[in-house]
């Protein structure tokens, strides 16, 4: 058999190696498979001789040292390389099985692909056009007049003929050639990372830690965890297949992790690889709970932490640019002429009068307020059931805008241009739409939440938090909750009654339970609570706060709660010395307050509505995110009230919401979403809305064929 015969089951079975779809190289030098192949043909000076360019020549030596160790993975697990069952091949038989056994002996290093610059301008193998189906590797054959001093050392050929040589030649099919501009090293570093962080998954992650984490989220114990919730049924699926796979672990570490999305590979790294890699490794259950909340609050999620340079703007600027992206970052306010018809879940009829502007619209009568309590005794429902039975007989809905929902004030946000390209998670009708709650964040963060993120009891009888540092990280001082009791016992961080002092309590069950000193640029919070009813006096409980150290003070907010009633406090000016907040008096078991400072339930005006009253709800609908067939993160449903407006500049879009490929440059874009916001306009759609998957309530009126008051649950 010639070298040329012996080629085409080369060529024969590279074909095949394609068709599994992945190819990959081994760690194998070069070196050692040229010698390998050099040095098992049989015992002829032309053939051995390193100075022969018989079968030593540059061409095969050049294709060997750029494709020869690669293979491909078979049916059932095992490698095959360019060697591989190639039959009887003659005088290349013995090299051909040589080669083999060394290469499939190696392990697996990483994927194999060719660029298509390489492939135009710099191998020249031929000339090359992307249009094409497949691509040469390898030079073909060429030909060659050997000299006198050939002649004489190797007998075997003479100077008057003109010999035609082949070489080792394959052709690669298009799907293995990168047109990206990307170099070879760089694609193969992104498919070498998937698979190593797949794999550290795969070893270290229980499938009864994944179990665990599936339960939790399936019963709400974690805070935005159904967000998460197909990524670890997705990673559990592959476990399983991992466990009961017959190949190789590590060869399917690399086969699966070749295809599957790169979010899922990377599972481990992700917030609830975090989590679940926290238990594997032993963590108590409790503890990792309060990481994961710390980790999820909207305050922190995909916030960048230090500065960006020059080359990062530049490179997130050229790769907005080259994707032709940069027009959907210009943003604006959505507003109803944006929503598809199939989106709206409630629309108020209205009575489709021409309103006419008059100067009088601008007087407000007054309202009729009203305090929570009044609402204690509703009819309950749960947003599902109120969404399936409820609003669909509904022809008007009026909701309660109750003082502790300034973090549920929403507005949705929209590219400028409808026909930009996604930036978003979700594509088709929703392609580019957003949404911003008030501060400027992609969900609601409290008062509460964080101190029980800081492992604060929230569940008292009787709980005073404080919070401070929560606008632009700037406010360094030490403040302190302080409490004193009807017997002049005093509760604080000097006083003794703290948790992380031997836990001990005051005869009235009061603690100081959680303490800041230095907020290091993150919120700070501080709460003091009383856990058994039966234990405390009547009289009075005096709440303040106490600057003990100041650095760049910029105030504080409080919150006291009892009864389930939260009243809420904002200082906003420099803390001097001590500031009362206010007093609740025990009597007979029932408690009642007065305030010092001015309480958010006395009605306040937040978005052009003040608080503590009913407002018609003009549209429902859910957010973008799960709108047509989209199904991404956690379901929200926003209620849109009339009048309501967004006051300040609004965030154009959150990190968290943006395509996997743009996150890579997340500091970037979270600085650009921090400055480039939107001014507000008076058309808009912003009203309140509630993630489904936190607890909260919402307080309706709906009118249809009968009229009824509701509180509807999430």
């Known amino acids: 058999?010639?070298?040329?015969?012996?080629?085409?089951?080369?060529?024969?079975?590279f074909a095949k190696m394609c068709a599994t779809e992945m190819l990959f190289r081994v760690d194998l030098s070069w070196d050692e498979l040229w010698d390998t192949y050099l040095l098992s043909f049989e015992d002829e000076k032309v053939f051995r001789d390193p100075e022969s360019s018989t079968h030593n020549c540059?061409?095969?030596?050049?294709?060997?040292?750029?494709?020869?160790?690669?293979?491909?993975?078979?049916?059932?697990?095992?490698?095959?390389?360019?060697?591989?069952?190639?039959?009887?091949?003659?005088?290349?038989?013995?090299?051909?099985?040589?080669?083999?056994?060394?290469?499939?002996?190696?392990?697996?290093?990483?994927?194999?692909?060719?660029?298509?610059?390489?492939?135009?301008?710099?191998?020249?193998?031929?000339?090359?056009?992307?249009?094409?189906?497949?691509?040469?590797?390898?030079?073909?054959?060429?030909?060659?007049?050997?000299?006198?001093?050939?002649?004489?050392?190797?007998?075997?050929?003479?100077?008057?003929?003109?010999?035609?040589f082949n070489h080792f030649c394959v052709q690669l099919p298009k799907k293995y050639v990168d047109f990206s501009g990307n170099s070879k090293e760089q694609i193969e570093a992104v498919y070498r990372d998937k698979y190593a962080v797949f794999k550290r998954a795969m070893e270290e992650i229980p499938l009864d830690t994944l179990d665990l984490v599936i339960d939790l989220i399936k019963q709400?114990?974690?805070?935005?965890?159904?967000?998460?919730?197909?990524?670890?049924?997705?990673?559990?699926?592959?476990?399983?297949?991992?466990?009961?796979?017959?190949?190789?672990?590590?060869?399917?570490?690399?086969?699966?992790?070749?295809?599957?999305?790169?979010?899922?590979?990377?599972?481990?790294?992700?917030?609830?690889?975090?989590?679940?890699t926290?238990?594997?490794?032993?963590?108590?259950?409790?503890?990792?709970?309060?990481?994961?909340?710390?980790r999820v609050d909207p305050a922190n999620y995909h916030k960048a932490k230090s500065p960006i340079s020059q080359r990062q703007i530049e490179e997130a600027k050229k790769f907005i640019q080259e994707n032709g992206?940069?027009?959907?970052?210009?943003?604006?306010?959505?507003?109803?002429?944006?929503?598809?018809?199939?989106?709206?879940?409630?629309?108020?009829?209205?009575?489709?009068?021409?309103?006419?502007?008059?100067?009088?619209?601008?007087?407000?009568?007054?309202?009729?307020?009203?305090?929570?309590?009044?609402?204690?005794?509703?009819?309950?429902?749960?947003?599902?059931?109120?969404?399936?039975?409820?609003?669909?007989?509904?022809?008007?809905?009026?909701?309660?805008?109750?003082?502790?929902?300034?973090?549920?004030?929403?507005?949705?946000?929209?590219?400028?241009?409808?026909?930009?390209?996604q930036i978003t998670k979700w594509g088709n009708i929703a392609k580019n739409y957003s949404w911003t709650f008030n501060g400027n964040l992609a969900g609601k963060s409290m008062l509460k939440q964080a101190v029980k993120d800081a492992g604060g009891n929230v569940d008292g009888v009787l709980n005073f938090r404080l919070a401070w540092n929560d606008q632009n990280g700037l406010d360094g001082?030490?403040?302190?909750?302080?409490?004193?009791?009807?017997?002049?016992?005093k509760i604080g961080y000097s006083s003794g009654f703290r948790k992380d002092q031997n836990n001990k309590r005051t005869s009235f069950s009061g603690q100081l339970d959680v303490d800041n000193t230095n907020p290091k640029g993150k919120l700070a919070v501080e709460n003091i609570t009383w856990t058994k009813l039966e234990k405390m006096r009547d009289g009075v409980y005096r709440l303040w706060v106490n600057q003990y150290k100041a650095r760049n003070s910029q105030g504080f907010k409080a919150e006291i709660e009892f009864n389930g009633e939260i009243y809420s406090y904002a200082y906003?000016?420099?803390?001097?010395?001590?500031?009362?907040?206010?007093?609740?008096?025990?009597?007979?078991?029932?408690?009642?307050?007065?305030?010092?400072?001015?309480?958010?339930?006395?009605?306040?005006?937040?978005?052009?509505?003040?608080?503590?009253?009913?407002?018609?709800?003009?549209?429902?609908?859910?957010?973008?995110?799960?709108?047509?067939?989209?199904?991404?993160g956690n379901l929200h449903y926003f209620f849109m009230l009339e009048n309501c407006k967004a006051s300040g500049k609004i965030r154009g879009f959150h990190n968290e919401n943006l395509l996997p490929e743009i996150l890579k440059h997340k500091k970037v874009m979270e600085v650009l979403g921090g400055t480039n916001m939107i001014e507000p306009t008076d058309k808009q759609l912003s009203g309140v809305g509630f993630n489904a998957t936190v607890r909260d309530e919402l307080i309706v009126k709906c009118s249809g064929n009968f009229k009824r008051m509701l509180k509807v649950k999430f």
């Open 1 to 13: 058999m010639n070298f040329k015969q012996f080629n085409k089951q080369i060529q024969k079975q």
């Open 278 to 294: 926290e238990l594997a490794e032993g963590e108590e259950l409790n503890k990792a709970c309060l990481n994961w909340n710390k």
């Open 325 to 421: 992206l940069e027009e959907a970052f210009n943003r604006r306010l959505a507003n109803i002429d944006d929503i598809k018809a199939s989106e709206i879940l409630h629309m108020s009829g209205g009575d489709g009068k021409i309103k006419e502007v008059s100067i009088f619209d601008n007087l407000k009568a007054t309202s009729t307020r009203h305090k929570r309590s009044e609402f204690n005794k509703l009819n309950e429902v749960y947003i599902d059931q109120f969404m399936a039975d409820v609003l669909p007989s509904c022809t008007s809905i009026e909701a309660y805008l109750d003082h502790r929902m300034e973090g549920n004030l929403v507005t949705l946000t929209t590219a400028v241009n409808a026909d930009s390209k």
């Open 58 to 164: 540059n061409s095969c030596k050049s294709f060997m040292r750029r494709y020869g160790n690669i293979v491909a993975v078979d049916s059932k697990g095992n490698l095959m390389s360019l060697f591989s069952d190639l039959g009887d091949v003659g005088e290349y038989s013995a090299p051909s099985i040589a080669c083999d056994n060394l290469i499939r002996s190696a392990q697996i290093s990483g994927v194999f692909f060719e660029t298509y610059h390489m492939l135009d301008k710099k191998l020249n193998y031929e000339s090359c056009k992307k249009s094409q189906k497949s691509f040469k590797l390898g030079i073909e054959s060429n030909l060659k007049k050997y000299t006198q001093e050939e002649v004489d050392k190797f007998g075997v050929v003479n100077t008057k003929k003109i010999y035609e």
């Open 477 to 489: 001082s030490d403040l302190d909750a302080w409490a004193e009791e009807p017997n002049r016992t």
């Open 572 to 632: 906003e000016q420099p803390v001097i010395g001590n500031v009362k907040v206010a007093d609740v008096t025990l009597k007979n078991g029932v408690f009642s307050i007065k305030h010092h400072l001015p309480e958010k339930g006395q009605s306040k005006e937040v978005w052009g509505l003040e608080t503590n009253n009913f407002y018609k709800v003009n549209l429902v609908c859910k957010s973008p995110n799960h709108w047509g067939d989209n199904e991404v």
């Open 220 to 276: 709400g114990a974690l805070l935005d965890g159904n967000t998460h919730l197909h990524a670890m049924q997705e990673i559990r699926k592959y476990k399983q297949a991992y466990e009961a796979s017959p190949f190789n672990k590590d060869i399917f570490c690399w086969l699966t992790s070749y295809h599957i999305d790169e979010r899922v590979a990377k599972f481990k790294n992700t917030l609830i690889g975090v989590f679940c």
